[in-house]
């Protein structure tokens, strides 16, 4: 067979591709990579952070940062356009028309002072594709082919009035709206929950299919590249270790992550482990708890519209346990923690500390509970001050909190950070210069230097891949041993959850759905937006059947009547009643697991 035959099969063929820095010394970021990607085909690159997935695409379109360049001898031949050799003018051309990308951030990519329906129509011009009305039509029509609703008035909008799984859309609209051979997604909905996931890349796939795109798929998530892709490319340090069809792959990978992760779960079987039904005595308890915001008025809208962030929640956490807080972004976790800390005013109901009811206004007591309540936040980049060292940070949250002045001080800041797994000479370097692991543990010691009852952890691991994910969720899991700690688990990542929790509560709109011990609602959920989050959680096989539910709605757009999650539902004896009871918590079964739904269809036990 000729080489022109060969290369007319392959959409992008990418040869000998390395990249490496320009300063201070040439190091290699990638070595002397070579894939091809036939028509029409998917495939996936995965690897932890720092493998240089991301560097690929950027390679691969041109646009890498200062400081990297590719190496002699690279060549990216897309179709029979050799792209190492254009300039770029030409460079410039290609990208959009017949290869183009999805960022990972979407609002880094786009532009935010031009609206939403302008950023598309400004590609179709720059190609000469269409202008005027036929670029605004094209646009309405690809903002609705991406599931934007109401896309005419979308795009009259600005990126940062459009919800994130809207962005992602737009991200992908933008991408697809020239109708590129080639398509590169770099982690596309990595910061989305698992139900905005799923759809967006159903829709991926639908796009894909229907317009005969190839598709290159970057992620650190194997179960997200296993579903969607025929092949994986598995890249360690620069270099491909591994490239063959996605079931193998994933089935041989999975087999080496649980044998490494089994001695870690195996404590879940201990009789010391709680057995996920309601304390007797709660560290915490909320109480008809309710935290409702204003949202400042629009044009000739009323004024000071309510949101409802948390709503009603009843819940307590005891001394020792886990209990999970599950829900899509949006539904309240959040706010509901930080109420059970202090740290937002409730509009109604009570939060009791060990009996005490909570007074934000009492200083006195606020300090002290500080001490006993502490908070893990999800970004721990941004919460610890980057021009201080490590050590600093730690020894100023053992002072503050009056536990070792001076000399002790810095002592006790090398216990901290061993505690978590972090070599005492650390504590010398700066936040900027560590990990996002690295700086996930220098937040939880923090948290720790108190010595806590209760460590609240919001999406602890959400922007970790999963290599670095099970070692933090372990070193949880002994802290919470060792100390005796009680740990609330924020998180719409339902793996995570079962990881560490023995309780589990259900949120949606700002109240608990359902409730219960891990196994009742993670294994045999009840409530039908339970099942929802449940089947759009990634398993690494391709799916049989789509996950249909739709989008959490906005803030202003919940059904002022009826059960909050009647539009979205898809249980089939849902009928009118739904849209006009509110559904409360009951009991499911008799007895003191405390399993409890929300839900009008689901079916009670039979009275005594």
Same mark, same amino acid.
């Given at each position: 067979?000729?080489?022109?035959?060969?290369?007319?099969?392959?959409?992008?063929?990418?040869?000998?591709?390395?990249?490496?820095?320009?300063?201070?010394?040439?190091?290699?970021?990638?070595?002397?990579?070579?894939?091809?990607?036939?028509?029409?085909?998917?495939?996936?690159?995965?690897?932890?952070?720092?493998?240089?997935?991301?560097?690929?695409?950027?390679?691969?379109?041109?646009?890498?940062?200062?400081?990297?360049?590719?190496?002699?001898?690279?060549?990216?031949?897309?179709?029979?356009?050799?792209?190492?050799?254009?300039?770029?003018?030409?460079?410039?051309?290609?990208?959009?028309?017949?290869?183009?990308?999805?960022?990972?951030?979407?609002?880094?990519?786009?532009?935010?002072?031009?609206?939403?329906?302008?950023?598309?129509?400004?590609?179709?011009?720059?190609?000469?594709?269409?202008?005027?009305?036929?670029?605004?039509?094209?646009?309405?029509?690809?903002?609705?082919?991406v599931g934007i609703r109401d896309a005419a008035r979308s795009a009259r909008r600005f990126p940062h009035e459009l919800s994130g799984g809207q962005r992602q859309r737009m991200l992908l609209a933008l991408a697809l709206m020239l109708e590129p051979d080639v398509l590169?997604?770099?982690?596309?909905?990595?910061?989305?929950?698992?139900?905005?996931?799923?759809?967006?890349?159903?829709?991926?796939?639908?796009?894909?299919?229907?317009?005969?795109?190839?598709?290159?798929?970057?992620?650190?998530?194997?179960?997200?590249?296993?579903?969607?892709?025929?092949?994986?490319?598995?890249?360690?340090?620069?270099?491909?270790?591994?490239?063959?069809?996605?079931?193998?792959?994933?089935?041989?990978?999975?087999?080496?992550?649980?044998?490494?992760?089994?001695?870690?779960?195996?404590?879940?079987?201990?009789?010391?482990?709680?057995?996920?039904?309601?304390?007797?005595?709660?560290? +915490?308890?909320?109480?008809? !708890?309710? *935290? $409702?915001? %204003?949202?400042?008025? @629009?044009?000739?809208? #009323?004024?000071?519209?309510? &949101?409802?962030?948390?709503?009603?929640?009843?819940?307590?956490?005891?001394?020792?346990?886990?209990?999970?807080?599950?829900?899509?972004?949006?539904?309240?976790?959040?706010?509901?923690?930080?109420?059970?800390?202090?740290?937002?005013?409730?509009?109604?109901?009570?939060?009791? +500390?060990?009996?005490?009811? !909570?007074? *934000? $206004?009492? %200083?006195?007591?606020? @300090?002290?509970?500080? #001490?006993?309540?502490?908070? &893990?936040?999800?970004?721990?980049?941004?919460?610890?001050?980057?021009?201080?060292?490590?050590?600093?940070?730690?020894?100023?949250?053992?002072?503050?909190?009056?536990?070792?002045?001076?000399?002790?001080?810095?002592?006790?800041?090398?216990?901290?950070?061993?505690?978590?797994?972090?070599?005492?000479?650390?504590?010398?370097?700066?936040?900027?210069?560590?990990?996002?692991?690295?700086?996930?543990?220098?937040?939880?010691?923090?948290?720790?230097?108190?010595?806590?009852?209760?460590?609240?952890?919001?999406?602890?691991?959400?922007?970790?891949?999963?290599?670095?994910?099970?070692?933090?969720?372990?070193?949880?899991?002994?802290?919470?041993?060792?100390?005796?700690?009680?740990?609330?688990?924020?998180?719409?990542?339902?793996?995570?959850?079962?990881?560490?929790?023995?309780?589990?509560?259900?949120?949606?709109?700002?109240?608990?759905?359902?409730?219960?011990?891990?196994?009742?609602?993670?294994?045999?959920?009840?409530?039908?937006?339970?099942?929802?989050?449940?089947?759009?959680?990634?398993?690494?096989?391709?799916?049989?059947?789509?996950?249909?539910?739709?989008?959490?709605?906005?803030?202003?757009?919940?059904?002022?009547?009826?059960?909050?999650?009647?539009?979205?539902?898809?249980?089939?004896?849902?009928?009118?009643?739904?849209?006009?009871?509110?559904?409360?918590?009951?009991?499911?079964?008799?007895?003191?697991?405390?399993?409890?739904?929300?839900?009008?269809?689901?079916?009670?036990?039979?009275?005594?």
């Open positions: 067979m000729s080489g022109s035959a060969v290369r007319q099969r392959e959409a992008l063929a990418v040869r000998s591709l390395g990249v490496e820095t320009t300063e201070p010394a040439p190091r290699r970021v990638l070595d002397e990579l070579s894939f091809t990607l036939a028509p029409g085909s998917s495939v996936g690159i995965v690897g932890r952070s720092g493998a240089g997935k991301s560097t690929i695409g950027n390679a691969i379109l041109g646009l890498l940062p200062r400081g990297l360049r590719r190496t002699p001898g690279s060549r990216i031949l897309l179709g029979d356009t050799e792209l190492t050799t254009l300039d770029v003018e030409a460079m410039r051309d290609v990208r959009g028309r017949r290869i183009a990308m999805v960022f990972q951030e979407p609002l880094s990519a786009l532009d935010p002072a031009m609206r939403v329906g302008r950023q598309l129509t400004a590609a179709l011009e720059a190609h000469g594709m269409a202008s005027g009305a036929e670029a605004t039509e094209r646009a309405i029509a690809m903002l609705d082919r590169i997604a770099d982690e596309p909905t990595t910061a989305l929950d698992v139900t905005l996931q799923v759809q967006l890349l159903d829709l991926l796939d639908t796009l894909r299919r229907d317009l005969g795109t190839t598709l290159l798929l970057i992620s650190h998530d194997l179960a997200v590249v296993g579903e969607r892709c025929e092949r994986v490319l598995v890249l360690e340090n620069g270099r491909l270790a591994d490239d063959g069809p996605a079931e193998r792959i994933v089935a041989e990978r999975a087999a080496r992550a649980s044998g490494a992760a089994a001695v870690a779960r195996a404590r879940a079987v201990r009789p010391s482990e709680p057995d996920g039904t309601p304390p007797d005595v709660p560290l +915490v308890a909320t109480d008809a !708890l309710a *935290v $409702h915001y %204003r949202t400042p008025p @629009r044009l000739f809208q #009323r004024p000071e519209v309510p &949101v409802h962030a948390v709503d009603g929640v009843s819940l307590a956490i005891g001394r020792g346990e886990c209990v999970g807080l599950v829900g899509e972004s949006g539904c309240g976790k959040s706010t509901l923690a930080r109420a059970m800390l202090g740290l937002e005013m409730p509009t109604a109901g009570s939060v009791t +500390v060990l009996g005490r009811r !909570l007074d *934000v $206004h009492d %200083r006195v007591m606020m @300090r002290a509970l500080r #001490r006993r309540l502490q908070l &893990v936040p999800q970004d721990a980049g941004a919460s610890l001050t980057p021009q201080r060292t490590v050590r600093s940070l730690l020894v100023e949250a053992l002072e503050v909190h009056g536990h070792t002045p001076g000399a002790q001080a810095q002592r006790r800041a090398e216990q901290l950070l061993q505690e978590v797994g972090l070599d005492p000479a650390l504590g010398a370097r700066r936040p900027t210069a560590l990990s996002s692991g690295e700086r996930q543990r220098v937040a939880i010691a923090r948290a720790l230097a108190p010595q806590p009852d209760l460590l609240v952890c919001d999406e602890p691991v959400a922007n970790l891949d999963a290599a670095a994910r099970e070692p933090l969720l372990a070193m949880l899991d002994r802290l919470r041993d060792e100390r005796g700690l009680a740990l609330v688990l924020i998180s719409h990542d339902l793996g995570v959850v079962r990881r560490l929790a023995s309780r589990v509560a259900v949120m949606y709109l700002g109240r608990i759905v359902e409730q219960g011990n891990a196994a009742q609602v993670l294994d045999a959920p009840r409530m039908p937006y339970t099942q929802l989050l449940r089947a759009a959680v990634p398993t690494g096989r391709p799916r049989q059947t789509p996950v249909r539910g739709g989008e959490i709605p906005a803030p202003l757009a919940v059904p002022a009547r009826g059960c909050p999650f009647h539009p979205r539902c898809t249980h089939p004896l849902k009928d009118e009643g739904c849209r006009s009871e509110r559904p409360e918590l009951r009991a499911l079964s008799a007895g003191p697991d405390g399993h409890t739904v929300a839900c009008l269809k689901v079916s009670l036990p039979p009275s005594p």
